[in-house]
């Protein structure tokens, strides 16, 4: 009885075996995974294709051979799109079908739209290397990039960006004028009645402190001049070459070297004569008022 058991159970597992070789030697091809994907959008319109990647290998002789009929793609009008089929040698269950160009050049009406709907159809008789099938039918369909309206929003970013490059340079010109005046000064011209009024203090009172602030304001400016001409001096003074040139031995004028330069001590000189006469006129204009 124990040999008996033993038979059957050798049986078994040896038929067991048998049944898995044979199923495992075959098996359902399927396919894992598509770019694009179905119903995708924005796809490229050069080198239009579709990659494919199955569970089982494909690409030798007999797979190859009973694929060449079994990928198409058309557009919406159902028109045949010219393909070629690639198999990957670095991945045996990848498929790439590709939009054969050079076929489309010579046919202006198969020319890739923008815009448009394609589909990829895919025979249920795609064969892998050990000869399973797909056995069912599929497609993947996706939508070409609209090249005009991606145009358009580049074009508009483009206005965009040099708008706003135009208005932070005008902003900056303006901060540089708006700088260059407050340095070089414009200064309101002197009101002793308004100012009066604002500080609730006499005229009197107002143009002298405003006549204090001047004499301050031009004795800085004569000492700044002053400093200015002796540098200006000293540099004559140290100007000797060895090329034959003369010594200054003292200060002199650019004029009489020939020059029309004027070093800033007769600007500063004709400045505040013109205030001393422009302070006199009011004084006397304030005068004739309180008078009456």
């Known amino acids: 009885m124990k040999r008996l058991g033993a038979i059957v159970c050798l049986a078994a597992l040896i038929i067991t075996m048998t049944v898995s070789v044979c199923f495992g030697a075959k098996s359902q091809l399927v ?16 080198n239009m294709s579709v990659k494919l990647h199955f569970n089982n290998e494909m690409g030798n002789k007999s797979s190859v051979k009973a694929n060449e009929k ?8 159902g028109k045949q799109i010219p393909i070629r089929i690639f198999y ?8 790439m079908v590709l939009a ?19 589909t990829l159809h895919i025979s249920k008789d795609v064969t892998d290397n050990q000869g399973n ?5 599929e497609t993947v369909s996706f939508t070409t990039l609209n090249q005009s309206q991606n145009t358009k929003v580049y074009m508009v970013m483009m206005v965009v960006m040099f708008g706003g490059m135009f208005i932070f340079t005008s902003r900056q010109a303006k901060r540089q004028m708006a700088k260059q005046e407050e340095e070089f000064g414009r200064e309101e011209a ?19 402190a405003h006549e204090k602030e001047v004499a301050k304001k031009e004795a800085r400016a004569a000492r700044k001049a002053k400093k200015s001409a002796a540098a200006e001096d000293d540099d004559f003074d140290d100007a000797e070459q060895d090329n034959g040139n003369y010594k200054v031995k003292g200060p002199r004028p650019v004029s009489a070297g020939g020059s ?7 600007a500063i000189a004709e400045a505040r004569i013109a205030e001393e006469e422009r302070l006199a006129k009011r004084r006397a204009a304030a005068g004739k008022k309180k008078k009456k």
Do not use: C, H, W
């Open 260 to 266: 029309s330069f004027i070093t800033g001590r007769k």
């Open 190 to 208: 002197f009101n002793p009645y308004k100012e009066a009024k604002r500080t609730g203090k006499s005229v009197q009172e107002v143009i002298a």
């Open 70 to 77: 079994a990928f198409s793609i058309t557009d919406n009008e």
């Open 133 to 137: 099938t797909l056995g069912k039918e």
């Open 100 to 118: 054969d160009t050079v076929k489309i050049a010579e046919n202006k009406n198969l020319m890739i739209k923008d815009n448009t709907e394609y």
């Open 88 to 95: 990957n040698p670095k991945d045996a269950k990848e498929v």
């Open 31 to 46: 396919i894992v995974d598509k770019y694009p994907e179905d119903g995708q959008k924005s796809t490229s319109i050069e």
